[in-house]
């Protein structure tokens, strides 16, 4: 999966959990100011991509995370390390 597939999924994740439109969503979409997420919503995002990826996130990894881009880094290395 590249990161262009890795966005594709975060995007279509955002779009069928929160009910976003995907028109509202780009890679410098901040996930709490501009997309308003919250910590919850964070959460369930990130189980959702560990089922889809089969890889366990680490809680940490996802603390520095603000923008879509920022979570498409984060599962690229994810899967890099594998």
Same mark, same amino acid.
């Given at each position: 999966?590249?990161?262009?597939? #890795?966005?594709?999924?975060?995007?279509?994740?955002?779009?069928?959990?929160?009910?976003?439109?995907?028109?509202?969503?780009?890679?410098?979409?901040?996930?709490?100011?501009?997309?308003?997420?919250?910590s #919850?919503?964070?959460?369930?995002?990130?189980?959702?991509?560990?089922? &889809?990826?089969? &890889?366990?996130?680490?809680?940490?990894?996802?603390?520095?995370? &603000?923008?879509?881009?920022?979570v498409?880094?984060?599962?690229?290395?994810?899967?890099?390390?594998?």
């Amino acid at each position: 999966m590249d990161k262009n597939e #890795i966005y594709q999924e975060v995007t279509g994740l955002l779009v069928k959990l929160f009910e976003l439109d995907a028109g509202d969503i780009k890679p410098e979409s901040r996930l709490y100011e501009d997309l308003e997420l919250d910590s #919850i919503d964070a959460v369930d995002m990130v189980v959702h991509l560990q089922k &889809r990826i089969g &890889r366990k996130i680490k809680p940490e990894m996802f603390k520095s995370v &603000r923008t879509v881009q920022d979570v498409v880094d984060a599962v690229d290395l994810l899967i890099r390390e594998g």
